[in-house]
């Protein structure tokens, strides 16, 4: 069963737009969240992370909200570049567990 | 730069071979992770490991096998290859905190 969900598997947003991808989770134990980014060929690549301590958590123009009620996170790219074009993956840990659970990814794409 | 380091980027083999994947991390981290990403999917843990000789079963662990004699060495056996193993996979490693992974540039494998 997924405990973490992806549900829009593909996102297409103009340069210079804000992106939202949007991640759900059912496991109420969670606590630590990421979000990688991932290129074909390549590993995924860590971009930014949130604790449960926290609803907001920013990075340039990257910021993570976690809206725990909903068990919910979403990530919000602002301004969107063509180089932002990529497949990103939310992941989550719970305090007692040793592994990360990733979603199933949403594939971005910037259209210059 | 700290790095893990997949051994081969493409593989082709055919069925019912031996298949040895292997991962190296330089990071002295603690913990090591395979996975296997497929489209639709993402990424599921196959198998992890919390320090040399242990392993623990992931998601899927069905057809493979595992094998830590060193702390930075971590390889995935596929003791049978089947067409069903063509994917790519991941190699990730992480501290005993597991605040995050450091993820190779995988392996796309075909099984022929």
């Known amino acids: 069963d997924q405990q973490v969900k992806q549900n829009s598997p593909s996102l297409s947003v103009q340069e210079g737009r804000i992106s939202i991808l949007n991640c759900d989770y059912t496991n109420s134990m969670f606590d630590y969240f990421l979000w990688y980014k991932k290129y074909p060929a390549e590993g995924p690549t860590f971009l930014i992370s949130?604790?449960?301590?926290?609803d907001k958590n920013e990075d340039g123009r990257f910021t993570v909200f976690l809206n725990k009620s909903a068990k919910h996170l979403s990530l919000h790219i602002v301004p969107s570049q063509p180089g932002d074009s990529a497949v990103y993956f939310c992941a989550a840990r719970s305090y007692t567990g040793n592994q990360f659970y990733f979603g199933t990814g949403t594939s971005l794409t910037v259209i210059p | 730069d700290v790095k893990v380091t997949q051994s081969s980027r493409y593989l082709v083999k055919r069925t019912g071979e031996k298949v040895f994947l292997e991962c190296v991390q330089d990071m002295d981290h603690e913990n090591m992770f395979w996975y296997r990403q497929d489209p639709g999917l993402g990424l599921r843990l196959i198998y992890f490991s919390y320090d040399v000789k242990m392993k623990e079963k992931g998601d899927i662990p069905e057809g493979y096998s595992v094998s830590r004699e060193k702390k930075e060495r971590f390889s995935l056996i596929l003791e049978s290859a089947s067409t069903n193993q063509t994917s790519m996979y991941l190699c990730?490693?992480?501290?005993?905190?597991?605040?995050?992974?450091?993820f190779g540039s995988g392996t796309r494998l075909t099984v022929v």
């Open positions: 949130i604790s449960s301590i926290k």
């Open positions: 990730a490693s992480s501290l005993l905190g597991n605040y995050g992974y450091t």
